[in-house]
C-alpha cells in the first residue's frame, strides 16, 4: 500500500512537471504569435502608408503630364499664329514696297501740321503778352502787388485782393480801390466789345452779419459792388458786365492757413474777346524781331 502511495505521487508529480513544461511552450509561442502580429501591423501601416503616397505621386505625375501636354497645345497653337504673323508679314512687306513713297507724303504732311500748330501756338503767346501788356500798363508797382494778371487762352483773369477793395467785412468798396478800378476800367473801355465778368470768392470762414446770410451772399454782394462801380463811377456799358459769386467753392490755396485764406478772398475780373476781336489782336501781337 505504501508502495503504491509512492508511485500515484511519483506519476502526478511528473504529470504536472510535463504540464507545466507545455503551458510554457504554449506561452512562448503565444508571445511569438503577437511579436509577429504587432510586426504585421507595423508593415501594413507602412504599406499603406507608401500606397498613399504612391498614389499621390501617381495623381500629381497625372496632373503633371495634363499640365504639359496643355502647355504643348498652347505652344502649337502659339507657332500657328506666330507662322500666320509671318506669312501676313511677308505679303504686307512686299505690298509696303509699293506704299512707301505714299507713307512719306504722310509723314510730309504730319510734320507741316505740326509746324503749323507751332505757329498757332507761337501767335497765341503774342496774344497774351498784347492783352498782359495792355492791362497792366498804368498799373503802378505797389498796385501789382494786389493785383494778379495771367492771360489764358486768349482770356484775361485779373484777380484783385478782398483788402484792397473792400472793408473789412464787408462789401462795400474802400477808397484804396477808387484809382485801380479806374485803371481798370480804362483798360475795359479800351475794348468796348469785350464781355467782363466780374466774380467774387470768399474763404471758407462763416460770415456773421445780420445782413448777410452766408459766403454765397458775400461773394455775390462784392461782385455787383464792383459791377455798379464800374458801371456808375467809370462809364462801362453795363450790357457788357455780369457779376456773379462762387463763395468758398473755387479756392486757390488751403484754407487751412491764414496766407491760404487770404489768397481766396478775392474778386476776379474776367475778360472775354471774341473771336474776331481775337483775330485783330494777334496782328497786333509783336514780332519775333
Not at 224 to 230: D, E, G, K, P, T
Amino acid at each position: 500500500m505504501k508502495k503504491l502511495l509512492i508511485i500515484l505521487l511519483g506519476g502526478l508529480l511528473m504529470t504536472s512537471c510535463a504540464s507545466k513544461k507545455k503551458f510554457q511552450e504554449l506561452q512562448g509561442n503565444y508571445s511569438q504569435l503577437q511579436a509577429d502580429y504587432s510586426a504585421l501591423m507595423a508593415e501594413n501601416r507602412e504599406a499603406q502608408t507608401q500606397l498613399a503616397q504612391n498614389r499621390t505621386t501617381i495623381q500629381s505625375l497625372e496632373e503633371r503630364l495634363a499640365e504639359a501636354r496643355a502647355n504643348n497645345e498652347r505652344l502649337q497653337q502659339a507657332y500657328a499664329t506666330l507662322q500666320n504673323s509671318l506669312d501676313l508679314s511677308i505679303r504686307q512687306n512686299a505690298e509696303g514696297n509699293v506704299n512707301i513713297s505714299k507713307l512719306v507724303d504722310e509723314i510730309n504732311a504730319s510734320n507741316r501740321f505740326i509746324k503749323q500748330l507751332v505757329e498757332a501756338k507761337d501767335r497765341s503767346d503774342s496774344l497774351n503778352m498784347v492783352l498782359t501788356n495792355n492791362l497792366t500798363r498804368s498799373l503802378s508797382r505797389e498796385e501789382l502787388n494786389d493785383v494778379d494778371v495771367q492771360v489764358l487762352k486768349g482770356v484775361v483773369y485779373i484777380s484783385l485782393a478782398d483788402n484792397m477793395l473792400y472793408k473789412s467785412g464787408s462789401y462795400q468798396i474802400n477808397e484804396r480801390a477808387a484809382e485801380t478800378l479806374s485803371k481798370i476800367a480804362k483798360i475795359i473801355n479800351d475794348y468796348k466789345d469785350y464781355d467782363v465778368l466780374i466774380e467774387g470768392n470768399t474763404d471758407n470762414v462763416p460770415i456773421s452779419q445780420t445782413n448777410i446770410r452766408n459766403n454765397w451772399d458775400l461773394s455775390c454782394l462784392r461782385a455787383s459792388s464792383v459791377v455798379q462801380a464800374l458801371q456808375n463811377q467809370y462809364g462801362v456799358d453795363p450790357k457788357r458786365l455780369t457779376a456773379g459769386g462762387r463763395g468758398e467753392y473755387n479756392p486757390l490755396a488751403d484754407n487751412s492757413s491764414e496766407v491760404g485764406r487770404q489768397r481766396n478772398r478775392r474778386t476776379q475780373i474776367i475778360i472775354t474777346p471774341k473771336l474776331d476781336q481775337f483775330l485783330e489782336l494777334i496782328d497786333q501781337a509783336p514780332s519775333e524781331d
